[in-house]
């Protein structure tokens, strides 16, 4: 049976680290791209971890202010929120939530459109849940646009606060034309 998600590749975290770059699996082969997160953990309390791209030309991190997204943060626990983040050179900020120490965590399914075509910007959408304090679960809707027309070949997730990403897993698919 033929699926229109093709799997590219998958990373596991199994030490402590900060970032983590995984490289070419933007090509022409697909326009848009699927990324699962799952099992993230930190050594201490809550942190955040951002998205960068990497340049299709030599794979290194964009890190210009380029970046603007903007997301709604649903807490149950208490008011709900907005964020606006225009000019950002941090990245997709929480594109993977807010992880915390085991057993909290947090996951994430997040869609990439276009970051190969250099005629073209690229956009981006994500939902992330993560547990923190306990029992509490908090949701974040997310979109973004990175605003230039580079063409990219992989992405970095990159710490926005302490701690260290400790655990989880990560999977790229190509969404088939």
């Known amino acids: 049976m033929a699926t229109k998600l093709q799997f590219i ?3 596991e975290v199994t030490s402590t680290v900060t970032s983590i770059s995984i490289d070419n699996v933007f090509t022409a082969e697909f326009d848009n791209y699927v990324i699962y997160a799952r099992g993230l953990q930190t050594a201490g309390s809550t942190a955040t971890y ?5 340049q299709a030309s030599d794979g290194a991190v964009v890190s210009n202010t380029n970046y603007t997204s903007m997301f709604e943060s649903c807490k149950p626990n208490t008011s709900f929120g907005e964020s ?4 950002n050179s941090s990245g997709w900020i929480e ?12 996951g994430t399914v997040g869609r990439i459109y276009n970051p190969f075509a250099s005629d073209q910007f690229t956009y981006c959408t994500w ?25 990219f070949r992989g992405f970095q997730i ?19 034309k």
């Open 9 to 11: 590749a998958a990373h």
């Open 50 to 54: 951002n998205l960068k791209l990497l």
């Open 84 to 87: 606006r983040n225009a000019s």
């Open 95 to 106: 594109f993977f939530g807010d992880p915390d120490l085991a057993p909290e965590g947090s």
């Open 127 to 151: 939902r992330s849940q993560h547990a923190q304090g306990g029992s509490t679960n908090r949701f974040y809707y997310a979109a973004g646009v990175f605003l230039d027309t580079t063409s």
């Open 158 to 176: 990159s710490q926005g606060l302490t701690n260290d990403l400790t655990a989880g897993n990560f999977e790229i698919y190509g969404i088939a």
